[in-house]
């Protein structure tokens, strides 16, 4: 009886915990103004040695390709947890903007320039990120891209194309990696 009760304790736990990945704990499900999310996959972000990020998608319900996600009108979130010991916030900022650049024509890019200027404004006042900090993009439909730094709203983008602008930097067809596009898709 003492094995079955050890036996169901440890199965609950690995349910309650989905992932750990360079000591960032990525529960199975998370819950975003009363839509539940499920962790779709996760991956870390190195440039060249260094661990830059970790970062997990939330999804309604599991998705296995990029197309699938951008078609889906329900909530998600991207949840960025910082591995680096401390960064310039212009240095994030500097990738975000990039990996849009890479996945998106001119004209794309300009329907989203005056939205990419208000992002960029968000982080404005924010001169670091430091290892634990935690950026979230909730993507909510009747409310767009919410932004967040460790809990705080920095404020709110409208449009599904700025949110499917954002997952194209790790899922689009010019993702930062390849294998942490293929992580977040799940496999």
């Known amino acids: 009886m003492k094995k079955l009760i050890a036996i169901l304790l440890m199965c609950a ?32 972000r190195s440039i060249v040695f260094f661990k830059m ?12 390709t990029a197309d699938a996600i951008l078609g889906d009108a ?10 680096v010991g401390e960064a ?17 024509s001119e ?8 939205r990419m200027a208000a992002f960029e404004q ?3 006042h924010i001169k670091t990120v430091k290892r634990g900090d935690v ?19 920095l404020g709110r983008i409208a449009g599904d194309d700025f949110y499917h ?8 067809s010019k993702p930062v990696t390849a294998s942490l596009k293929k992580e977040l898709l799940g496999g």
Request: net charge positive.
């Open 88 to 104: 310039g916030a212009e240095r994030f900022l500097n990738g975000f903007r990039k990996g849009i650049e890479k996945n998106h």
């Open 165 to 172: 602008a954002l997952l194209s930097i790790w899922i689009g």
């Open 13 to 44: 736990s690995m349910q309650a915990l989905a992932l750990e990945l360079e000591g960032v704990k990525f529960d199975d499900k998370v819950q975003i103004d009363n839509a539940p999310l499920t962790l779709n996959g996760a991956g870390v």
């Open 107 to 114: 004209a794309q890019l300009a329907a989203l320039r005056e």
């Open 74 to 83: 329900k909530p998600k979130r991207i949840a960025l947890h910082v591995l």
């Open 135 to 153: 950026i979230a993009f909730d993507w909510l439909p009747a409310a767009g891209t919410r932004i967040a730094l460790n809990g705080a709203e």
């Open 122 to 124: 968000m982080f404005g």
């Open 53 to 64: 990020y970790v970062i997990g998608l939330y999804l309604a319900e599991k998705q296995k």
